[in-house]
């Protein structure tokens, strides 16, 4: 009877086992099934996502939610003992922050801390703080002049190699900066965009109403250490230089004559090639110089700026008023 029971009692733990095992399968089947459920309504919520989303972004926002589901899709995790999804997939949330940043990266400003200005991008900012710190990286190996962008190196270069791309199609002359071609084209169309407030002179370019202001305020910041005297423009500073030192170091190729500054020598060299760039609007007369060509302008104007202090009489060029008081000079002898 013992073995009988024993027996007895091994038949039912071994149908317990069986419909435990039998229930296992079931919930397991049930979890299954759940899981299935639960995928066919995300891609069916996926579905609609999508199709609203189609309506309502670019397609360049519709790449970024499609993908960022995807994500979620691929780093989802299904939890058999409570039945639920968790997503933890840190590579999905480290892009997505990462894209985060980049749409807001190109909304946002960079700001120089030192003057306020605004930039759109961090390395534009980089390159404008070497203005405040004097930075300069990019140097001219045959000159040594430093640069604080290569952009300006490169454009330095031309006057070593003697690169002029810019050419005027009025004229024909040509230059090695867009910058210098947008000015001289100023000579042909009149237009003088600065004008001194004291006096009404206009000028094509700022630099050149700069120096006329000393006119005005007596500025002469330019002092020959030699002699102590004095100029308001560095051009006739470096042209009174030549008289204590003598040097020329500036050749015509074609007639030999020595210059002590390179822009003597551009104006001597159209003598040579005929250049009359200065063309006088009410006659049409051209002239070499723009001094000349003010000169000129006084027959039209009747301006008579030289007045002899001993008889009165006005003369439009010095030379004229010169040649006048070797008279009173003779006459005094």
Sequence with gaps: MVFI???????????????????????????????????????????????????????????????????????????????????????????????????????????????????????????????????????????????????????????????KPYTCKQCGKSFNQQGILNVHMRVHTGEKPYTCQQCGNSFTENGNLKRHMRIHTGEQPYACLQCGKNFTHKSIYNAHMGIHTGEKPFTCQQCGKHFSQQGNLKVHMRVHTGEKPYICKQCGHGFIKKESLKRHMRVHTGEKPYTCSQCGISFTQLSSFNRHMRIHIRKEH
């Design 5 to 163: 029971k024993e027996e007895s009692e091994d038949m039912r733990n071994e149908e317990t086992i069986r419909v435990k095992h039998e229930n296992t399968e079931e919930q397991i089947e049930m979890v299954f099934i759940n899981e299935e459920s639960e995928d066919t309504r995300h891609e069916e919520a996926y579905r609609v996502k999508q199709e609203d989303t189609e309506d309502q972004t670019d397609p360049k926002e519709e790449r970024e939610v499609l993908n960022e589901m995807q994500d979620k899709d691929q780093c989802s995790k299904y939890d058999f003992i409570t039945g639920e999804k968790s997503f933890r997939c840190s590579q999905t949330e480290k892009t997505s922050s990462q894209k985060r940043a980049q749409k807001t990266g190109t909304r946002s400003h960079f700001t120089c801390q030192q003057c306020g200005k605004n930039f759109n991008q961090q390395g534009n900012l980089k390159v404008h703080m070497r203005i405040h710190t004097g930075v300069k990286p990019y140097t001219c190996k045959q000159c040594g002049n430093t640069f604080t962008e290569k952009g300006n190196l490169k454009k330095h270069m031309r006057v070593h190699t003697g690169e």
